[in-house]
């Protein structure tokens, strides 16, 4: 009785309209394809498992059951460069929905849009969108998959999941309940009052502010320190000869 309870889809805010599946390619590919045909901002795919699950890149996202996997289509107002910010959007909700369910972890945020915890990732968020002729987004598709249950000992880079973490009760479902309240919590900060106060919130978690790292962009790669994100959500890299340089998108390695 208590296993068909606990696998019952939570109550989400009124905001969300949510299908649950059990097996898909990918949960973003599933929601593509609706927000292709009109479907409405809000709408959210949670699957079971993942059998193409997708990084960024073409990279691939383990997705075996037993973790999160979800995919919410928004059509928010504003640039594709604006509406890049939901990345943060994302990182900082999911940091403070992990800390709800497990409040001895801490999460920290590695641009630009990975959550770990002790260095290890748990979380990957992929934002796929199409942009609108006239400007702006036509939809946008923010992907989530959170490791809960299990993580992968092979991915090439250290992973964690919650139960890894200690967090034994946790489910996908349970996780989700939290989650989507906070997620929207910072859509409406977001829509109301811009980027500022979440970018205050993504650097009072950043992993590395102030220390080394190393920048792997798609024709160089160099050292420096990680000293800000601007207004726009680039990074701020001191170079060895103490000019600042901004990173729009590229990859971070932190020591
Ligand atoms: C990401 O890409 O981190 C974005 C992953 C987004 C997954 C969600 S699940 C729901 C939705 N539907 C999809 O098809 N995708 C989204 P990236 O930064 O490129 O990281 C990918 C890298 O993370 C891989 O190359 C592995 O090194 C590692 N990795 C793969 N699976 C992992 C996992 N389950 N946990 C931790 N690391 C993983």
Known sequence: MREIQAAQPPHLPAF??????????????????????????????????????????????????????????????????????????????????????????????????????????ISGILLESSARSGGGVDWLVLGMGVNVAHHPEDAGQAATSLQAQGADNCTAFSLLATLAPALLRWLDIWRGAGFAPLRQAWLERAAGLGGPLRVRLPNEEFS?????????????????????RSITAGEIFLP
Do not use: C, H
Not at 226 to 242: A, C, I, K, S
């Open 16 to 121: 969300f309209q949510p299908l649950y599946l059990d097996s898909v390619t990918s949960t973003n590919d599933e929601m593509k394809q609706r927000a292709r045909a009109g479907a409405a901002e809000g709408s959210l795919i949670v699957a079971r498992e993942q059998r193409a699950g997708r990084g960024r890149g073409g990279r691939q996202w383990t997705s075996k059951p037993g973790n999160l996997y979800m995919s919410l289509l928004l059509r928010p107002p504003g640039s594709v460069g604006a509406v890049a910010q939901i990345s943060f959007l994302a990182a900082v909700a999911l940091a403070e929905a992990l800390l709800e369910v497990a409040p001895d972890l801490s999460p920290r945020l590695k641009w630009p849009n990975d959550v770990l915890i002790d260095g290890a990732k």
């Open 224 to 244: 420096g320190i990680f000293r800000d994100l601007d207004g726009d959500g680039n990074l701020r890299v001191e170079m060895p000869d103490g000019a600042m």
